[in-house]
């Protein structure tokens, strides 16, 4: 039976889609991203229920999770309204992004299909999400919160498209084994299902790494069977970032522009703040001051060398959630940490932690000179490679701290029991709202505490790392 997520997987990979039904694979546990999205998800449901657009006093006119099937199709939509008059339905679906996004408009109208084959006469058709606009008083107001959107229209000009592609998911799933070569990559490039399944020999790191799904470079280089970076010809014609990329795995040596990096680095005026913060970001805000999505910083680290050859001294807060606002606790503490000596901000990847800090301000205009200041000495030591002035073998063409650190420290993130910033701000909001028992909570404000120090004595060891190049 077809239903919407294996329609939806259909219109992504077919080849998948047809694996998928033929040799399903066991389902694992859910990891902590999944079940954050289904939380929201249900969370989002169950408030887009109490709109008064659904009261229905006798219980007759509106359900909740209502089925939609016929031999071949089944649907279950979130919400639907019956016409007591006419019998004709409304139908609405409810999702816990942002805007009223084409993949939306599409779930949307394979339901309204699927009612209409099994019998129905649907006259309307929405889509309920979320406004990120709304702020957070202290109260939910689910009207101002979420978005309901007309999109019968939507759903009426795709109804030619559903019709033919629902037909051709079904006749795919008759077929033998479709026949896959290396260009049917979908999304996910080379690891798709599809082609993992028949091509096992492919690395780990290989030319789907280094050049982009359909471009003619990808599909040229697969086309020859070509897999091995190092196979890549000797005339090929790529950008000077992918040849520099490709000559580093090729010799197995570093490729480091040194005179640029010492430029870069050399004039930071010290002292030198290695600063980072991690936050939680919830579909629906939990926090006063904040809205759908924003991130509200709970933790920051800081590493500081205060002039040549320091060593790094370490400064940090955790907000536990007591009482205080978790974000009034951050700026508090970051200012008395800096207030006066901020020298250069050393951050990896700016865009977030200067994002916070305008976000800060706006919550606390008392502190948006200080904010503003620290934004306005921000360095990011992403871009030394992220411009690839230096590339090593070991980063596989990538720049992220956790690809960088190892490379060129003996430091590692192996083996820490948070090791990311979304395990981090799923459990820091477990922990903060007593989810977990005391001494569970209490270890992971510790593993949340040693994650933080990593990530900024990561940074000052890589600085240190560049001075010596």
């Known amino acids: 039976m077809l239903t919407k997520s294996k329609f939806r997987n259909f219109l992504s990979c077919k080849n998948e889609f047809w694996l998928d039904h033929h040799f399903p694979e066991q389902s694992g546990e859910l990891t902590l991203d999944q079940q954050l999205r289904r939380e929201a998800g249900y969370q989002v449901e169950r408030l887009a229920r109490t709109l008064p657009i659904f009261a229905d006093p006798d219980g007759t006119c509106v359900a909740f999770g209502k089925d939609f099937a016929t031999e071949s199709l089944f649907a279950k939509a979130d919400i639907v309204v019956t016409d007591a008059d006419t019998g004709e339905v409304d ?135 070509i897999l091995d970076i190092r196979s890549i010809p000797a005339d090929f014609k790529m950008t000077d970032r992918e040849a ?18 010492l430029e870069e680095i050399t004039g930071l005026k010290y002292p030198l703040n290695f600063l980072d913060y991690e936050s939680f970001n919830p579909a629906v805000p939990q926090f ?57 901000i050393v951050v990896w990847s700016e865009r977030f932690e200067t994002g916070r800090n305008a976000e800060l301000a706006t919550m606390y205009p008392r502190y948006a000179a200080f904010l503003e200041e620290l934004n306005g000495k921000t360095y990011d030591l992403y871009e030394i490679f992220q411009k690839r002035l230096y590339l090593h073998p070991r980063f596989r063409g990538r720049a992220s701290i956790k690809k960088v650190l190892p490379a060129v420290t003996d430091l590692t993130y192996d083996g820490m029991e948070i090791a990311d910033g979304l395990t981090a701000s799923i459990k820091w909001y477990h922990a903060a709202t007593g989810r977990g028992r005391p001494e569970e909570n209490e270890k992971t404000f510790q593993d949340l505490e040693a994650y933080c120090h990593l990530d900024t004595l990561a940074m000052a060891r890589i600085y240190e790392h560049l001075l010596t190049i």
């Open 288 to 344: 006063v001051g904040t809205r759908p999505y924003q991130h509200m910083v709970f933790q920051y680290s800081l590493h500081t060398i205060a002039g040549p050859g320091a060593e790094p001294r370490h400064s940090y807060h955790l907000s536990r959630n007591n009482g205080k606002h978790p974000s009034e606790e951050i700026v508090e503490r970051l200012h008395e940490d800096l207030d006066g000596k901020i020298g250069t």
């Open 91 to 225: 139908i609405y679906e409810v999702k816990s992004g942002t805007k009223a996004k084409e993949d939306y408009k599409t779930d949307l109208a394979f339901q309204c299909f699927v009612a209409e084959q099994s019998g129905y006469v649907v006259r309307n058709a929405y889509l309920i999400f979320i406004n990120t606009h709304y702020l957070f008083d202290g109260e939910i107001d689910v009207v101002r919160l979420l978005t309901v959107s007309d999109e019968t229209e939507s759903v009426r000009a795709l109804r030619p498209t559903i019709d033919a592609e629902t037909a051709s998911a079904i006749a795919w799933l008759e077929q033998g084994e479709p026949t896959v070569t290396l260009l049917d990559y979908c999304g996910a490039k080379l690891e798709c299902r599809a082609i993992r399944r028949l091509f096992e020999d492919i690395p780990d790191y290989n030319v789907s790494h280094i050049f982009i799904a359909n471009s003619k470079k990808l599909n040229s280089l697969l086309g020859d069977s």
């Open 244 to 261: 520099a990329i490709v000559e580093v795995e090729r010799s197995g040596k570093a490729h480091i522009k040194r005179d640029a990096i």
